[in-house]
C-alpha cells in the first residue's frame, strides 16, 4: 500500500513539514518519489519507522542521537536497549529532567503493549442531522478541555448526545477542530455557535485505548478507502463515547473513540 504524504501525515501524527525535514535529513526517505512531480509516497515500512521516530523524539533523543539509534537497529528488541541507556544519562542530570526519566520507562514496553495491537472492524454508517453547539482550537484531544466545559455549561440540560469532533488542515499545517455537542434547542450564549450538523454516509470504525495510539484506526479507514477506491477528503469525525471526565482522565485504557470518515462516492 502506497501513502501520499497528506494521508501519511494524518495516519502518524506528524506534520508535512517535519516529514520533509526527516527526508532532508535522510531519517524517513519516502520509498517512492513521483520524478515528474516529486510526490512522495510511503508504505507500509515508512509507518513502522514513522512510529520509531516519533517515540525517539518524544523521548528527547537529537537527531543525531536518533540516526546512530535507527543505524545500531537490527531487530525490534535492540530499541529498548537505546531506551536504558538514555535513562541513565538523564539520571545523571539535575532534577527538571526527571519527567523524561518517566518517559523512557513508558517507552521500553512499547513493544509488549503492541503485541496486542487491537483488531479494527469497519461499518458503513450514517450519520443523522442534528442541532449542536461548536467551537474551535488547534490543541491536541488531551488539551481540549477548557474549550469542552464552554460547551457543556452553555448547554446545561440541553445535551442529547455525545461529544464529538470534526476536522480540517490549516494553510499553516495546524490541524483546527471543531467540538460539537448535540443539544436539543438553541442555545443562547457568546461564548458558543450554535449550527445544524449535516447527515453523513460514510466508514466507521471504534478506537479502544488513549488517544496517543489513535492514528492505527485512521491507518486502517485510509487503507479500506485507497483498497475499496472511494472518494474522501479525510475529514475525520471522532465521537468521543466513553473519555476524559471534566477533572479526572481515569483509566484511559478504556476509553472508546468512533472516528468517521464520510465518503463522497466511488471514484
Same mark, same amino acid.
Given at each position: 500500500m502506497k501513502y501520499k504524504i497528506n494521508e501519511f501525515s494524518k495516519m502518524t501524527a506528524i506534520p508535512k513539514s517535519t516529514l520533509r525535514y526527516y527526508d532532508r535529513e535522510g531519517l524517513l526517505i519516502p520509498s517512492l518519489r513521483d520524478q515528474e512531480n516529486g510526490y512522495r509516497y510511503y508504505d507500509e515500512a515508512d509507518f513502522t519507522l514513522a512510529n520509531q521516530l516519533t517515540l525517539l523524539r518524544n523521548s528527547d533523543f537529537s537527531i543525531s542521537e536518533i540516526k546512530e539509534v535507527l543505524n545500531g537497529i537490527e531487530e525490534e528488541g535492540?530499541? /529498548?536497549?537505546?531506551?536504558?541507556? @538514555? $535513562?541513565?544519562? *538523564?539520571?545523571?542530570? *539535575?532534577?527538571? +529532567?526527571?519527567?523524561? !526519566? +518517566? @518517559?523512557? =520507562?513508558? !517507552?521500553?514496553? &512499547?513493544?509488549?503493549? =503492541? /503485541?496486542?495491537?487491537? $483488531?479494527?472492524?469497519?461499518?458503513?454508517?450514517? @450519520?443523522? /442531522?442534528?442541532? &449542536? *453547539?461548536?467551537?474551535?482550537?488547534?490543541?491536541?484531544?488531551d488539551e481540549m478541555g477548557p474549550e469542552v466545559d464552554h460547551l457543556y455549561q452553555a448547554a446545561k440540560e440541553a445535551v442529547v448526545g455525545e461529544l464529538f469532533t470534526s476536522q480540517r488542515e490549516l494553510l499553516d499545517e495546524k490541524i483546527q477542530y471543531e467540538i460539537a455537542l448535540p443539544v436539543r434547542q438553541f442555545i443562547e450564549s457568546k461564548q458558543v455557535k450554535n449550527e445544524i450538523f449535516p447527515e453523513m454516509t460514510g466508514i466507521r470504525t471504534l478506537h479502544y485505548g488513549d488517544y496517543q495510539e489513535i492514528g492505527q484506526a485512521y491507518k486502517v479507514l485510509i487503507d479500506h478507502v485507497e483498497q475499496h477506491r472511494l472518494e474522501t477528503d479525510f475529514s475525520f469525525i471522532n465521537t468521543f463515547i466513553k473519555g476524559s471526565g471534566k477533572k479526572f482522565k481515569g483509566n484511559q485504557a478504556k476509553y472508546v473513540t468512533e472516528i468517521f470518515l464520510p465518503i463522497k462516492s466511488f471514484i
Open positions: 535492540d530499541l /529498548a536497549y537505546y531506551l536504558l541507556e @538514555k $535513562k541513565a544519562f *538523564i539520571l545523571e542530570e *539535575i532534577q527538571e +529532567k526527571e519527567r523524561l !526519566m +518517566k @518517559k523512557i =520507562d513508558q !517507552m521500553i514496553t &512499547v513493544g509488549e503493549i =503492541d /503485541a496486542c495491537e487491537q $483488531k479494527y472492524r469497519i461499518e458503513p454508517h450514517t @450519520k443523522s /442531522a442534528q442541532r &449542536v *453547539i461548536t467551537r474551535r482550537c488547534t490543541c491536541p484531544f
